[in-house]
C-alpha cells in the first residue's frame, strides 16, 4: 500500500478485501490499499494524485457529488452506492462507507464490490421483467423493445438487434434491428455466412474482439458489422430447436464485450427465446381464430365484425357500402376429378385473384368452402360495385394451373348494398347469398343484384333480381 501518515497499518488494510482510501477535499486519492488492483482493475500508484470522479460511471457523477458534499460537511455514509469503471472497460458496482474527518481535512472510504450480488438481483429482475412481457406485450414488436430495454440494464446495449431463423423456407430475418449506422438487413439465407447466421447454424455463442476478430472470422469465413469494434451473439434456444440469435455490436472502444457479458446474456437468452415462442404461438392462435387458415383470408366472424364497423361508419357519415357474395362453378367437380389438394390451391389461388380486384381498404373473407364474400366499403353509386364484379368474373374465369393441371371454373355472384338491401349485416349477407344462388342457377359466370320493394310493415322484402352475364371478354380489365 502507498503510505499516508493518516493510515497506520498499512500492510494490515492491504490484506483486506474491501478498498480502504483517503481522499481530500477535491475529491482527490491520497491513498488506497492493495484490493484497488482486484477491484478497479488499478494499481495503487495509478490511483493516487486522481480524482475519484475520474473513474466513477458518468451516470453516477452529479449524484456521488452530491453525496460527497453532504459527507463533507459532516454527515457520515455507510450504505451509498455507485459505479465505477472497471480498467478493462467492465462496470463495477461499489458500496461505501465513508466519513469525512474534520480535523485531517479527509474523508475516509471503505469500497466493498458488490457487482456480483447486483448482477445477481439484475438478472432475476430481468427474467421476471421478460416473463411479464411476454404475457403482457401487445405484439411481437412490443416484445423485442423491452426485452431490449431489459437487456440495457445489464450491459451495453445500444446497438442491438433479433435474428430470427424459420427452416421452413430456410430464411433468418431481423425483426428487431437498433443499430448506429447499419440498416436491418434484408432477409437471407442461413449459409450466407454472416455472424449472426453462424450462431444459429452452430448454436454456439460467438464473442468478437479486436483481439480475437482476425481468427474468429478466419475460422468461420464471416465479416462483422460496419467498424464494429466488438461483437457479441447468442443462439435463442427454445426447446431442442434454435431459433434465432440475440446480438450486442459496439463501435467504440469506451464499451468492451468479456465472456462474463457472454455468460450474462446466454443466462437471458433461453428465457427470451422461451418468452418469443409463447408471443408467436399466442399470435398465431389469434390469427386461427380469426383467419381461414387455408387462404389467410379473414374468416366469417372477422369479416362480420368488419362489416358491422363498416355499417356503424357508414351510418353515422351517411356513405354507402356493399357485399359480394360468391362461390366457384364445378367447384366440387373439380375437387372429385382432381382431389382435394388440387381444390385447396384452387381456393388459395381465387383468394389471391381477389386481392388484385379491390382495393386495400376492402375486405375479402372466405365463408366456408368455396364461398367468399367482399366488402367494398365507402362505395359512391351502385355501379362501383357492378365495375368490381364484372372484374372479379373476368379475372377468376382465367385458367388456372394447379400441379401442372388446367381447371376451368368461373364464379356466380350476388351483390347487396346498403342503405337500399339492408342495415344490417347478416341480412346483408343473407340477400347477397341468395342473390349468388340465383346468378348459379341462371347458368353461372354472372352476377345478380337484389331488388326490394317496401311492405306493409316496413320492412324490405327482396323480391327480383337485377342481373348481367358474364363480360364478353375474359380479359376484361
Not at 230 to 240: K, N, Q, S
Request: glycine share 6%; net charge negative; aromatic share 8%.
Amino acid at each position: 500500500m502507498t503510505t499516508h501518515p493518516y493510515l497506520p497499518h498499512e500492510k494490515l488494510l492491504d490484506l483486506l478485501l474491501d478498498v480502504v482510501c483517503i481522499v481530500d477535499v477535491e475529491g482527490r486519492f491520497l491513498s488506497v490499499s492493495a484490493a484497488s488492483e482486484r477491484v478497479f482493475g488499478y494499481r495503487p500508484d495509478e490511483m493516487i494524485g486522481r480524482t475519484a470522479f475520474e473513474f466513477i460511471h458518468p451516470d453516477d457523477r452529479d449524484a456521488s457529488r452530491a453525496l460527497v458534499e453532504r459527507i463533507n460537511s459532516g454527515e457520515p455514509s455507510h450504505d451509498h452506492e455507485n459505479r465505477y469503471v472497471h480498467k478493462d472497460g467492465h462496470i463495477v458496482h461499489i458500496m461505501w462507507s465513508a466519513q469525512w474527518l474534520e480535523a485531517e481535512q479527509v474523508r475516509v472510504g471503505v469500497a466493498r464490490d458488490i457487482t456480483a450480488r447486483k448482477r445477481a438481483e439484475a438478472m432475476q429482475a430481468a427474467l421476471y421483467t421478460v416473463s411479464e412481457a411476454a404475457h403482457t406485450a401487445g405484439d411481437l414488436q412490443t416484445l423485442y423493445a423491452q426485452v431490449h430495454e431489459v437487456i440495457g440494464r445489464l450491459l451495453p446495449a445500444e446497438n442491438f438487434f433479433v435474428a430470427l431463423y424459420d427452416p421452413a423456407i430456410d430464411e433468418l430475418s431481423f425483426p428487431y434491428y437498433v443499430d448506429q449506422f447499419d440498416r436491418p438487413p434484408q432477409p437471407q439465407r442461413l449459409d450466407s455466412g454472416t455472424l449472426s447466421a453462424e450462431v444459429i447454424r452452430t448454436g454456439e455463442a460467438v464473442l468478437l474482439t479486436p483481439e480475437t476478430a482476425e481468427q474468429t472470422l478466419a475460422k468461420i469465413g464471416s465479416v462483422a458489422g460496419k467498424h464494429s469494434l466488438d461483437w457479441l451473439g447468442v443462439p435463442l434456444e427454445a426447446g431442442t430447436e434454435i431459433i434465432g440469435a440475440l446480438v450486442l455490436q459496439s463501435y467504440s472502444g469506451a464499451v468492451r464485450y468479456t465472456e462474463q457479458n457472454k455468460e450474462l446474456l446466454q443466462f437471458v437468452s433461453s428465457q427470451v427465446a422461451t418468452a418469443i415462442e409463447r408471443k408467436r404461438t399466442h399470435s398465431r392462435l389469434e390469427f386461427l381464430a380469426r383467419y381461414d387458415h387455408l387462404t389467410e383470408l379473414p374468416n366469417r366472424a372477422l369479416f362480420l365484425d368488419r362489416l358491422q364497423n363498416s355499417l356503424q361508419r357508414a351510418q353515422r357519415d351517411d356513405l354507402r357500402l356493399a357485399v359480394l357474395y360468391l362461390d366457384m362453378d364445378n367447384f366440387k367437380q373439380i375437387n372429385d376429378t382432381f382431389g382435394h389438394t388440387t381444390g385447396d390451391r384452387l381456393l388459395q389461388e381465387v383468394a389471391q385473384r381477389l386481392k388484385q380486384c379491390v382495393r386495400e381498404s376492402d375486405t375479402i373473407g372466405r365463408l366456408g368452402g368455396d364461398e367468399f364474400a367482399v366488402l367494398l366499403d365507402n362505395i359512391g353509386k351502385r355501379e362501383d360495385a357492378t365495375l368490381v364484379a364484372d372484374k372479379i368474373i373476368a379475372t377468376l374465369s382465367n385458367p388456372y394451373i394447379l400441379n401442372d393441371k388446367t381447371v376451368i371454373s368461373s364464379p356466380s355472384l350476388g351483390i347487396a348494398i346498403y342503405p337500399e338491401h339492408a342495415d344490417d349485416e347478416l341480412e346483408l349477407v343473407r340477400l347477397a347469398d341468395e342473390a349468388m344462388y340465383v346468378a348459379k342457377r341462371d347458368g353461372g359466370k354472372r352476377f345478380k343484384i337484389a331488388a326490394i320493394t317496401a311492405i306493409a310493415n316496413d320492412q324490405l322484402n327482396p323480391t327480383t333480381y337485377t342481373t348481367r352475364p358474364a363480360p364478353t371478354s375474359p380479359n376484361r380489365e
